[in-house]
């Protein structure tokens, strides 16, 4: 059974805990520049005050915001490149990519088709014929196709 005490101080601590709790979620919650931190003590804290202990975590986030926005700026320069090239050309962005990849990439030898029909040979359970062979070089085609150069 609780003591007088023990209840007291159990009181205290939930409202300690809550109290710090809202201040915190008033820490997070924008502010205008320059204002004043929610107060911990008489003594008001500014940004300024926090920029010493949190700019070695600070630093990584920045990076990674960088990276990422970087990331981003390259991806959308190179979709306008390829549109205006496509339009260029009179064709759709895909249908460029699909004519410049494909046409780079070399047919498979019949002994490619071969070698990968022996290889997968107890999973196909069929013998090797010309319609076979064609869903193997396509196969085989589409592989070379999405491996990095």
Same mark, same amino acid.
Do not use: C
């Given at each position: 059974?609780?003591?007088? %005490?023990?209840?007291?101080? #159990?009181?205290?601590?939930?409202? %300690?805990?809550?109290? !710090?709790? #809202?201040?915190?979620?008033?820490?997070?919650?924008?502010?205008?520049?320059?204002?004043?931190?929610?107060?911990? +003590?008489?003594?008001?804290?500014?940004?300024?005050?926090?920029?010493?202990? %949190?700019?070695? $975590? @600070?630093?990584?986030?920045?990076?990674?915001?960088?990276?990422?926005?970087?990331?981003? !700026?390259?991806? !959308?320069?190179?979709?306008? @490149?390829?549109?205006?090239?496509?339009? $260029?050309?009179?064709?759709?962005?895909?249908?460029?990519?699909?004519?410049?990849?494909?046409?780079? %990439?070399?047919?498979?030898?019949?002994?490619?088709?071969?070698?990968?029909?022996?290889?997968?040979?107890?999973?196909?359970?069929?013998?090797?014929?010309?319609?076979?062979?064609? $869903? !193997?070089?396509?196969?085989?085609?589409?592989?070379?196709?999405? $491996?990095? +150069?």
């Amino acid at each position: 059974m609780p003591t007088r %005490v023990t209840s007291r101080i #159990h009181f205290y601590g939930l409202a %300690v805990s809550s109290s !710090l709790r #809202h201040r915190s979620a008033r820490l997070l919650t924008p502010r205008k520049p320059n204002s004043p931190l929610p107060q911990w +003590t008489a003594r008001p804290s500014y940004d300024e005050d926090l920029a010493a202990s %949190v700019q070695g $975590q @600070l630093l990584p986030l920045r990076n990674q915001k960088y990276e990422i926005k970087k990331k981003s !700026l390259d991806s !959308l320069i190179q979709q306008k @490149l390829l549109d205006a090239a496509a339009k $260029q050309q009179g064709l759709t962005s895909e249908k460029l990519l699909i004519q410049q990849v494909d046409s780079r %990439v070399p047919d498979p030898s019949d002994a490619e088709i071969e070698g990968d029909y022996l290889a997968q040979r107890e999973r196909l359970n069929r013998p090797l014929d010309d319609t076979l062979k064609d $869903q !193997l070089r396509l196969s085989i085609k589409q592989a070379k196709t999405r $491996q990095p +150069t």
